[in-house]
């Protein structure tokens, strides 16, 4: 989805120029999640399992 998102001309127009404060944050806050993808990856996982494998075990 990012990869995607970045190659549309979206982010390319006049409005996010980087010397505006607020379109700053934006652009930091959309890039965040790519820039520490694995960090996010580690941190679902097991909160995943932790929330599903009762659920499964519950079900069987």
Not at 8 to 23: E, R, S, V
Not at 40 to 60: D, E, G, K, T
């Amino acid at each position: 989805m990012g990869i995607s998102f970045a190659h549309t001309q979206w982010l390319n127009h006049d409005i996010f120029k980087l010397n505006n404060f607020k379109n700053e944050k934006l652009i930091r806050r959309i890039t965040w999640p790519g820039k520490h993808s694995l960090v996010i990856y580690l941190i679902h996982q097991p909160l995943l399992f932790s929330l599903l494998a009762p659920i499964y075990w519950w079900l069987n």
